[in-house]
């Protein structure tokens, strides 16, 4: 059901906010889902594109929220390109680290709790791939992502790590990595958690949850990619996104909504009801605070690794090349290649149209300012130029007879 998360915000999000009460919600939620109801409103302002024949299309400006479902999906397509190219073209391993149940509300009290949970996971993967060469410099390539939510849309929160399967020794050699104990990587990551939080928890709680999880907190890691470009492409799919895709909307009458989820244990296909403002309160929990990372790179993904880390070791200089060679993807291209239609296709003629002006709310025509700025000039030169005129006209006024003379 395309645009219906967009249907369902406009039609109860302002009886929503009266009901719950302004001051009860998070400002960065309100900010968020305004931007996304103002997405490509033609009123926030617009590019337009004319065509030979005199037609005209106004494109309205995208939100660049990852609420909204479609800017979502356009963050994600151009994360993927750019990491594709920047990545190890080696094979990745796809690890998920969750927390028990107990945990879950310490991170929703305390939203700034949620980077530790990526900071640590990072940790726990080094650690458990340093120890298979004790007395050498390890250096990993991880990349996390925090989600707060489960399938069922419930707070949830763990992090998704791509690793990549191998490791640089010494700052020189890559070296293949071949095997990883996940029972060590399941302890550690309990032991390594609890105590980065033991300063917000209770001793009791701690004390029970070694207890009653003796074999380690829950890690997932069985899915591999074997290059770069499936690895990005798989991880993106977590990194963009609102907690649901529309495409698991099943049913809104105006009053209720009904999405299916997918259980883990069994593949079992679930469906849910739940009043529409259920559902918009179970979205916007998962917005993310404002400034705050969802993605993380860690190792030789890091930013201050990436100028010195030679990739040349890691990638041949075909496929350098070959990332050279990608171009970004518009909106254009974007809609070519899900619809099979060309947005700048003339509809009267069939020429492409092309660009014009852009058209900001506050600012007016982009080509009006252009041209204001230019006339200014045009004018302040004129001046110039006619008082330089009218200086050398009175020297000729009183040079000229006597010269004659």
């Not at 906010?17 to 617009?46: A, F, H, Q």
């Not at 030169?381 to 330089?388: D, I, V």
Request: glycine share 6%.
């Amino acid at each position: 059901m395309k645009g219906i998360i967009r249907k369902i915000f406009s039609e109860h999000w302002e009886d929503f906010v009266r009901t719950v009460g302004k001051s009860k919600i998070r400002p960065i939620v309100i900010r968020e889902v305004e931007r996304m109801l103002g997405c490509g409103d033609l009123r926030n302002g617009y590019v337009e594109y004319r065509c030979r024949c005199g037609k005209k299309k106004h494109v309205g400006f995208t939100c660049k929220s990852r609420f909204c479902p479609s800017c979502g999906v356009a963050y994600t397509d151009r994360w993927v390109e750019n990491m594709g190219e920047k990545m190890f073209n080696v094979s990745h391993r796809h690890v998920v680290f969750t927390i028990p149940e107990e945990l879950r509300n310490v991170f929703l009290k305390d939203r700034k709790l949620l980077k530790v949970l990526s900071d640590t996971a990072a940790h726990v993967i080094r650690w458990t791939i340093s120890q298979r060469k004790k007395r050498a410099k390890i250096e990993v390539a991880v990349i996390a992502v925090v989600h707060t939510f489960g399938r069922d849309l419930k707070w949830n929160p763990h992090v998704h790590c791509l690793v990549a399967e191998g490791y640089l020794e010494n700052g020189r050699l890559w070296k293949k990595l071949d095997y990883i104990h996940y029972g060590q990587l399941r302890k550690s990551w309990q032991f390594s958690l609890l105590k980065a939080l033991k300063n917000v928890l209770p001793k009791g709680l701690i004390n029970n949850l070694y207890k009653d999880k003796n074999q380690g907190f829950y890690v997932h890691a069985k899915t591999k990619m074997t290059n770069a470009k499936s690895a990005s492409k798989y991880i993106g799919r977590y990194v963009g996104r609102p907690a649901i895709a529309e495409s698991r909307i099943i049913a809104y009458d105006g009053k209720h909504v009904t999405f299916w989820y997918e259980k883990h244990e069994n593949k079992e296909r679930v469906e849910v009801t739940v009043p529409v403002y259920q559902f918009i309160a179970l979205l916007i929990r998962h917005i993310a605070e404002k400034g705050f990372k969802l993605v993380r790179h860690y190792g030789l993904y890091a930013r201050v690794k990436k100028a010195t880390v030679k990739k040349a070791q890691i990638k041949t200089l075909g496929e350098v090349y070959e990332g050279l060679k990608a171009k970004r993807r518009s909106w254009r291209y974007r809609i070519m290649r899900s619809f099979g239609i060309d947005p700048l296709r003339c509809e009267k003629c069939g020429h492409q149209m092309e660009f014009y002006d852009i058209v900001y709310p506050k600012y007016g025509s982009l080509l009006n300012i252009i041209k204001r700025k230019m006339d200014k000039a045009y004018e302040k030169e004129e001046a110039k130029l006619k008082e330089c005129y009218e200086i050398h006209q009175s020297w000729d006024a009183i040079y000229l007879p006597i010269v004659s003379v």
